[in-house]
């Protein structure tokens, strides 16, 4: 045998394993199918209508196991993308979860919501944050996503402000790296008059579009998709947005990356009914407000630290209830149901003026 029949011969080999492995993963992923069809039965025989099929703090142990454990040669973070979704398509056998996210079909956010829950659940978009809010607190929609933090622009308020009033929980987060990408009907650069986008992007592409389309019309509309949609009727017009929306709204692609900070990411919140429970790696998010005087703030966190409680995030909004009057949203490390962490708020309780959970959760995996 000469030796090109020989390589011949063994990629045959190779190929033949291939199949095999093929038919081994199937029979698996099969059956691990038919694993969560049984849960869902002993889950529905068990509690009735009160059933909680979706469980974050499951999902992100299985991930984070996946992730430990990998062999290679492919990377953890694709090994566990890949478990991600052969969970969302069992989860929607069990039974299938629809999301609420901020739309048109193809925003970030949505690419969120699919991160987060993989492709087999339902989404459904709407058109403000505060809708978003709204389904899920009706039970019209299981859980939203929404937008919370931009590394590059900050807080969105929207979001915040949505919590001091709101029933809802956070349940889990999703950071998602953020690429702008310019993009119009025709894929003429000279011919841009308009250029649509979220008020967010522009700002986040500034430095850009200052240098390349300072005479450009800027013009800031709900989402990065309605941006996509409003080029693709105007043969003057570009949309700062995903590539995901070029795909939707067949547009061209003139100019990819045009984001100022290369390390642009923003952070999504997931919400629902109830949060998760303790996973091992978790974060509470908290509203709090004191008493408008002198030292005020640090004698409101001043259990944190004597628990020993790590602060990752602190924001304050506008109450609403009065001028210059404000409540403080944290973020701390740890799970409510921690007993240290569970002393801490307890005499955060007793000190503040108002006091909220907003949710313990898993922290993000993907």
């Not at 999301?99 to 492709?119: C, D, N, S």
């Not at 402000?161 to 025709?186: A, N, Q, Y």
Request: with cysteine.
């Amino acid at each position: 045998m000469d030796q090109d029949s020989a390589k011949g011969v063994a990629l045959e080999d190779v190929r033949d394993r291939i199949d095999a492995i093929d038919l081994d993963l199937l029979r698996l992923i099969s059956e691990r199918a038919r694993c969560a069809q049984q849960v869902a039965q002993i889950k529905s025989a068990t509690n009735g209508s009160r059933v909680q099929f979706y469980r974050p703090e499951r999902e992100v142990a299985v991930l984070r196991r996946i992730k430990q454990v990998n062999p290679g040669p492919l990377d953890s973070e694709e090994v566990a993308r890949l478990f991600r979704e052969i969970m969302s398509a069992c989860l929607a056998l069990e039974r299938p979860i629809n999301v609420a996210f901020l739309g048109p079909e193809g925003t970030f956010t949505q690419a969120a919501a699919i991160k987060h829950f993989g492709h087999s659940v339902r989404t459904s978009a709407f058109g403000t944050i505060g809708e978003i809010f709204r389904e899920v607190e009706s039970g019209a929609c299981d859980f939203g996503v929404v937008p919370v933090e931009n590394s590059t622009e900050g807080v969105v308020s929207h979001t915040l402000d949505m919590f001091i009033t709101s029933p809802l929980m956070i349940t889990g987060e999703v950071t998602l790296r953020i690429h702008h990408h310019l993009m119009s009907l025709t894929g003429v650069e000279g011919a841009i008059r308009t250029l649509y986008s979220h008020q967010q992007s522009l700002a986040q592409c500034r430095g850009w579009l200052d240098r390349h389309l300072p005479n450009a019309e800027r013009v800031a509309v709900g989402s990065n998709a309605e941006a996509a949609r409003l080029a693709s009727t105007e043969p003057s017009a570009a949309a700062v947005a995903g590539l995901h929306a070029a795909e939707i709204y067949q547009l061209k692609i003139l100019a990819e990356r045009i984001e100022d900070e290369p390390g642009n990411t923003t952070r999504f919140l997931v919400i629902g009914p109830e949060d998760a429970r303790p996973s091992g790696e978790d974060k509470t998010s908290l509203l709090l407000s004191c008493r408008n005087q002198a030292g005020g703030l640090h004698s409101l966190l001043t259990p944190l630290a004597a628990h020993g409680i790590s602060m990752t995030r602190i924001e304050s909004r506008p109450s609403r209830r009065g001028i210059w009057d404000y409540v403080f949203f944290i973020d701390i490390v740890g799970h409510r149901a921690d007993p240290k962490v569970a002393l801490a708020l307890d005499n955060l309780r007793q000190s503040s003026m108002l006091f909220k959970v907003l949710g313990s959760y898993p922290l993000a995996v993907l």
